[in-house]
């Protein structure tokens, strides 16, 4: 693990536009310590919890088009389980701080075999996050709570407040594959190319 920064660091490197929901509990409140990668852990258990919803409606097992609009919009037992799969793209973000506080405060870390593992885990779950999200978006409408987190993903697609974030997904893993991801056009079965050298960048303002 990262040794020269924790989660207080972190804080720094999430643009105060992508400081959504989740963020007050998870990055201000709960004592990580120095063990920030935890925030990917959390992270991975969001996208389970979509893929569950997809895979939930695609296999017509639970969810139909129109209740699947009741449960976003927070009528339903259910509702977390959509809440999981958007949240997803939050934790996503929150990730990304971490990486970015690697490169500025520990970039040893980033050339160790851990380290090239940890960029590996990236885009593996950077994939599996746009998979779900984009397995979502058609069904979200205009609901209140879509609309939300659609609004939250316009500022990362295009917004000045995830430029950061854009910056990051291309120097990693290139910018035909992170486009392809974020523009939801990504194939499952293309690999992002070996992420480039790190290139620190300083603390949001």
Not at 43 to 52: A, K, L, M, T, V
Not at 100 to 120: I, M, T, W
Not at 135 to 141: D, Q, R
Request: aromatic fraction near 12%; glycine fraction near 10%.
């Amino acid at each position: 693990s990262p040794s020269q920064f924790n989660k207080d660091d972190v804080l720094a490197y999430i643009p105060s536009a992508m400081r959504w929901g989740r963020h007050r509990l998870y990055i201000e409140k709960i004592n990580l310590g120095k063990t920030p990668l935890l925030l990917l852990e959390e992270w991975n258990c969001y996208i389970i919890g979509g893929q569950s919803a997809l895979e939930l409606y695609q296999n017509r097992l639970l969810l139909s088009r129109g209740r699947l609009r009741n449960l976003i919009s927070g009528h339903g037992n259910e509702e977390r389980t959509v809440d999981n799969g958007l949240g997803s793209l939050e934790f996503m973000g929150y990730s990304f701080g971490v990486a970015l506080a690697a490169e500025a405060r520990d970039p040893a870390y980033l050339r160790s075999a851990e380290g090239v593992q940890f960029k590996e885990f990236m885009a593996f779950n950077v994939k599996r996050t746009f998979d779900v999200y984009c397995g979502l978006k058609p069904f979200m409408g205009s609901v209140y709570t879509a609309s939300r987190f659609h609004s939250n993903y316009e500022i990362l697609r295009t917004g000045s407040g995830g430029r950061t974030f854009r910056d990051l997904g291309e120097r990693w893993f290139g910018r035909g594959w992170w486009n392809a991801q974020l523009n939801c056009r990504g194939d499952s079965t293309t690999a992002p190319p070996t992420p480039r050298p790190p290139t620190p960048v300083p603390p949001t303002p």
